[in-house]
């Protein structure tokens, strides 16, 4: 066992793969010519946040991306289409590793994710691996929008730890936004950043 005993995982790079520059693209494509300031890994529009925090519902998201391309055109599918493109998919090996380590910690999801993201990758899931969301592979799921909070915002980070009563030093969050990470290490948390080409697979491999 290593020197923790919980540890809180990130979702996108982490186990699910996202391509923000192929994102940024469709977003390019659908007529935003900002696309690397509009949506990115550091920088985004505030739109982006409050669909995150279940602050407004994807007819609403939809309706500011038709205002941004100035296309009252654009079907939902043409948006939808746009804004999962960055999504990739899960390497072989991670829901494996997740169950390996679900009897030696008390394992944790906890990501920034939105409602349109969020029915696609149930989705793929139930498509891809028969199952019925990530449930199953941690104690507790906690995802932003339906929560109402977001990382890196200390709110998020007190929940999960005040509702499965985890003491900060004791808990490993891991996570590929150093913004992210900033903000658990201000609560006493453990943390590691997550930095392409290393995947959690390699990093457990190092660890054990």
């Known amino acids: 066992m290593l020197p923790f005993k919980n540890i809180i995982f990130d979702y996108g790079n982490v186990i699910f793969s996202l391509d ?55 079907t939902d599918a043409e948006i939808d289409h746009a804004w999962n493109s960055m999504l990739l998919g899960i390497a072989d090996g991670n829901h494996e590793l997740l169950l390996k380590l679900k009897p030696q910690y008390r394992t944790f999801l906890l990501s920034n994710i939105n409602a349109i993201h969020y029915d696609y990758i149930m989705r793929y899931l139930k498509n891809d691996f028969g199952f019925d969301g990530n449930d199953h592979l941690f104690e507790k799921t906690y995802y932003s929008h339906l929560v109402g909070k977001r990382k890196p915002n200390a709110e998020i980070f007190e929940q999960v730890l005040s509702e499965n009563g985890l003491d900060p030093a004791e808990t490993l969050f891991i996570d590929d936004s150093p913004q992210h990470i900033a903000g658990a290490q201000k609560l006493g948390i453990q943390t590691y950043l997550l930095t392409a080409p290393e995947t959690i697979q390699m990093l457990f491999e190092r660890l054990y």
């Open 20 to 74: 923000f520059l192929k994102g940024q693209q469709a977003w390019v494509d659908l007529g935003i010519s900002n696309a690397d300031r509009f949506y990115g890994h550091k920088l985004q529009d505030p739109v982006f946040d409050a669909f995150e925090r279940g602050e407004i519902d994807p007819a609403g998201f939809r309706n500011h991306i038709r205002q941004k391309t100035n296309n009252p055109q654009l």
